[in-house]
């Protein structure tokens, strides 16, 4: 399995951006998809996660009610649409992808594949 991430860049703060992120050499819909973001000096951590049929969505509380996440099995494809961004926000985002069935899990340690990252740096 192959993750593309792309979608980053620079933006002000207030401002938005959508991540996608593109899913080769796999069965794409049979798994769960999270993004997961990491700034500078910090550890890798939890944004959201979309269950394989997409019915469900967890979130971090730090990104409820401004990020969503949405999937498109048809694309093997995931999405994060992150809105009112904050500097705070600042990181590079990974998607990932879970290789068991089940509940959407937030360690790192629960996803097999992951993406190369892509950059948001958000400007005050």
């Known amino acids: 399995v192959q993750l593309q991430a792309s979608g980053g860049g620079l933006v002000q703060a207030g401002g938005s951006l959508r991540l996608s992120c593109v899913a080769s050499?796999?069965?794409?819909?049979?798994?769960?998809m999270a993004w997961f973001r990491q700034a500078p000096g910090k550890e890798r951590e939890f944004v959201g996660g979309r269950d394989w049929r997409g019915w469900r969505t967890s979130y971090a509380d730090f990104v409820k009610g401004r990020f969503t996440m949405s999937r498109d099995n048809a694309k093997n494809t995931v999405y994060l649409q992150m809105n009112s961004l904050k500097p705070e926000d600042t990181a590079v985002y990974y998607c990932?992808?879970?290789?068991?069935?089940?509940?959407?899990?937030?360690?790192?340690?629960?996803?097999?594949?992951w993406g190369q990252g892509t950059q948001v740096t958000v400007s005050s």
């Open positions: 990932a992808q879970d290789s068991r069935l089940g509940a959407i899990m937030t360690s790192t340690q629960s996803y097999e594949y």
């Open positions: 050499g796999g069965t794409f819909s049979k798994y769960n």
